[in-house]
């Protein structure tokens, strides 16, 4: 269960792989066994490894950031055309709202966090900003607490997956958030996948492969 977790804490970003990886040996390290030692020592190595990659290495951000600046063109500017993205790991938005800002060239305020440790009442509050023409905010970074039943879709018809759910309702759900009834330009969805040389820890080849599945049985 822990390498399943793992992996997908790894496909995500590696400060989701690293916060995974040190809430583990903090277990094992209460855990009296010899045989937690050996464990212990290799995590530490892979922590080692994952701190050394730096957001210009990360190459999914590098290509979220090419996607938002050359593929939509976007800056922040049109008040109207705002930026939904979808993570599974809490540890990713953080790190996506921080960075973001300044290689965006952003202020604080345009970009907003969405993420179930919130109240309901700040929750409800970030979603009502979000279609304000008003608002300040240009970026609304979710986690899948803002998967189901939210009205997004106001100010905003450009979509990403940062990382992709293992489930096929869920992808449905977040991608109905703009996707919906109301919805007066044509919804732009962009999906990030992260590639390997190794079959089993591909996304395409474990994942989407599998999605792929369940949404054609469920179309038939």
Known sequence: LFKTTLLKALLSSPAACGETVENRIKTLQKQTSDSRGSEIEELEALLLNLESVSKDNFSKYQQLLHLIKQEFHWTGKDPKDRLVIFTGRLATLRFLAKELAQD??????????????MPDVDQVEIVDQFSQETSPIRILIATEVASE??????????????DIPWSLMTLQQRNGRIDRYGQTRQPEIRYLLTRSQVERM???????EVLLAKDEQAIK
Do not use: C, Q, T, W
């Open 202 to 208: 591909d996304e395409v080849e474990r994942i989407i």
């Open 104 to 117: 965006l060239g952003l202020k604080p305020k345009a970009i907003a966090r969405l993420d179930g440790g």
């Open 149 to 162: 039943g939210l009205n997004l879709h106001y100010l905003s018809h450009k979509l990403i997956h940062f």
